[in-house]
């Protein structure tokens, strides 16, 4: 296999919610298609280096602020790329097509209306999708369901939850995540991580077992879809059915677990460097264990009882 071309690019934000891109030239690698700014790594030089030199060269501005948001190794039919991209939340100078390429400040809503080159499906992903995931503890009574996602929502900013209740049939599942979503604040997204969820609406956002997973041939829908991972194995087929993120766990020890083996977090790094989608971090996560999953390349962590009393 051909070695990865080395790539740094940029999600360039002006802090009101939209993202500077510009348009390939036609004579270039996926050219015509939307691109985030950025370009190869040089010999001697970091990703960061790089970063900040190919943005003044292209787009005429100097980077002040950045962090790593996600790393994609990808393969194209005639090259394979690993997109090191980072997100740009301060700089100086006016964003512009500094080499004549047409630019575009586009909503972070909007971002689905553009054509872009295969290997940034994740970073749309990595984009939209924030650093917590709540899932749901068993609970006996839908209001006790409700009761722990909110008090879980007053610990964190949690804008996502996973419903995983697995006692229940998929239409008692189905109506307690309608009363849930009634329940919490708006903009809060609620997945569905049941054996039968691919029996629902194809609009539902899912969360597939490990089991299921090795049971879909394809993500059959635009809806979110998500797989929890144990191994590269797993991700690999995560990757090939087409999910938008994964959990990868056990990470640390658990209460429900205890005794059984753990990855740790040598091992979640090396399969987040293979894994070309968002990475949640599960088992034995925690508000403190937050930074260091982010600084490891994961998207966030995902927790049952992270945010409970
Ligand atoms: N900059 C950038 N490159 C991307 C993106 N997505 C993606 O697949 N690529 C690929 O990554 C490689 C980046 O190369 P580039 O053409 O920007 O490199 P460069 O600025 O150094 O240009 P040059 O080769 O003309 O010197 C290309 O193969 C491109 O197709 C993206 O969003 N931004
Ligand atoms: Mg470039």
Sequence with gaps: MSCLIHVAAAVIEDGCGAIFLARRPQD??????????????????????????ELHEEVGIEVLACEPLIQIPHHYPDKSVLLDVYRVTEFSGEAHGKEGQKTAWVSEADLGDYEFPAANKPILNAIRLP????????????????????????????????LRQKQLTLDEALSWRLALMQALDEGVEVTLN?????????????????????????????????????????????V???????????????????????????????LIAQAPLPVYLLGGMSEEE????????????????AWSE
């Design 28 to 53: 270039k690698h996926q050219g015509g298609l939307w691109e985030f700014p950025g370009g190869k790594v040089e010999p001697g030089e970091s990703a960061e280096q790089a970063l900040y030199r």
């Design 131 to 162: 650093q917590r995931i709540f899932i749901t503890p068993q609970a006996e009574t839908l209001e006790a369901c409700i009761e722990n996602t909110l008090s879980a929502c007053k610990r964190a900013p949690i804008s996502w939850v996973m």
């Design 194 to 238: 049941h054996p039968k969820s691919g029996a629902a609406s194809s609009h539902l956002s899912r969360h597939l077992s490990s089991k299921e997973l090795q049971a879909t041939e394809s993500n059959p829908d635009s809806s979110l879809l998500g797989a929890s991972c144990h191994n590269l194995e797993e991700i690999e087929t995560a």
């Design 240 to 270: 090939r059915i087409g999910c938008d993120y994964i959990t990868l766990s056990p990470i640390l020890p658990t209460n429900s677990h205890p005794g059984s083996p753990t990855l740790g977090f040598d091992a979640a790094r090396q």
């Design 290 to 305: 937050l930074p260091h999953a982010l600084a490891i390349g994961a998207q966030g962590i995902a927790a049952i009882s």
